[in-house]
Nanobody
Framework: QVQLVESGGGLVQTGGSLSLSCAAS????????VGWFRQAPGKERDFVGA??????????YYANSVKGRFTISRDNAKNTVTLQMNSLTPEDTAVYYC?????????????????WGQGTQVTVSA
């Protein structure tokens, strides 16, 4: 299976930007659907977005709460997937995880993802 490691988290002010990276080892990330999730203290792990190969190119999917602010992209040469986050608010504060799943489907539920990174903390100050 693929092993995933997130990086790029940190502290940022409201309105700022962060770029999170999900680096893979063991397998090529292009062989998977890659999802991003986040979990705030005391809350469930929520879907942020995903990227999936549709045969002609990558398709991306986003939760309504981040649509227009977050962008997911894939770099096959570096074997990474990036989550670019703009216009951040304190409500975006959470631990962010990337995860890999069956390349033939896209899901917003955690059960469909079989490989997870350890997470990276994102804190947005008011």
């Amino acid at each position: 299976q693929v092993q995933l490691v997130e990086s790029g988290g940190g502290l940022v002010q409201t309105g700022g930007s962060l770029s999170l990276s999900c680096a893979a080892s063991g397998r090529a990330l292009r062989s998977y659907t890659v999802g991003w999730f986040r979990q705030a203290p005391g809350k469930e792990r929520d879907f942020v977005g995903a990227i999936n190969w549709n045969g002609d190119g990558d398709s991306t999917y986003y939760a309504n709460s981040v649509k227009g602010r977050f962008t997911i992209s894939r770099d096959n040469a570096k074997n990474t997937v990036t989550l670019q986050m703009n216009s951040l608010t304190p409500e975006d504060t959470a631990v962010y995880y990337c995860a890999a799943s069956d390349p033939t489907r896209v899901s917003s539920t955690t059960d469909h993802y079989h490989s997870w990174g350890q997470g990276t903390q994102v804190t947005v100050s008011a």
